[in-house]
């Protein structure tokens, strides 16, 4: 396995698959964040209807 990875980095192509795998990544964790700092305010406007109903 660490052999592969090592083949990859050495070859342009893999460099080119371990560069969209870090960007995949980042943007896995934004919507991660994205979605954690809106869950709370739906969950908060949810309960705010619920209450005025």
């Not at 052999?3 to 995949?24: A, D, W």
């Not at 990544?25 to 934004?30: C, E, K, R």
């Amino acid at each position: 396995m660490i052999q592969m990875v090592k083949t990859m980095l050495r070859n342009e192509k893999g460099q080119g698959m371990v560069e969209y795998g870090l960007i995949l990544a980042l943007v896995a964790v934004g919507a991660i964040v994205g979605m954690g700092a809106l869950g709370d305010g739906v969950a908060a406007q949810l309960t705010a209807l619920v209450a005025a109903l």
